[in-house]
Nanobody, 123 residues
Framework: QVHLVESGGGSVQAGGSLRLSCGAS????????MAWFRQAPGKEREGVAL????????IYTDSVKGRFTISRDSAKSTLYLQMNSLKPEDTAMYYC????????????????WGQGTQVTVSS
């Protein structure tokens, strides 16, 4: 059974940085994808970034390109999201997601989800 646990959220002023972590147990990094999603109040959950496990190739949604970096440490079974130059519009609950077969920034492509960690950016 795959289990994902996010941490690292918090409150920060605009322009600041945070690093989110997602500990993964019971998951293989040899195939599929892992991703970060976020959901702001009253909005749909949106894909932020993904990493293809076999190649390490990454994809970002346009609004975070150049500011966020997704990475993983397979030895530590941990996925990261480094968030720099944060903006108030980045405020959301951030979720880690994983799937063994599918990849993309559509939440329907992921089987496994963490419980989320809150990020709040003040202006």
């Amino acid at each position: 059974q795959v289990h994902l646990v996010e941490s690292g959220g918090g409150s920060v002023q605009a322009g600041g940085s945070l690093r989110l972590s997602c500990g993964a147990s019971g998951y293989t990094y040899r195939r599929g994808c892992m991703a970060w999603f976020r959901q702001a109040p009253g909005k749909e959950r949106e894909g932020v970034a993904l990493i293809i496990n076999a190649s390490g190739y990454t994809i970002y949604t346009d609004s975070v390109k150049g500011r966020f970096t997704i990475s993983r440490d397979s030895a530590k079974s941990t996925l990261y999201l480094q968030m720099n130059s944060l903006k108030p519009e980045d405020t959301a609950m951030y979720y880690c997601a994983a799937d063994l077969w599918r990849c993309g920034l559509d939440q329907g492509q992921y089987t496994y989800w963490g419980q989320g960690t809150q990020v709040t950016v003040s202006s």
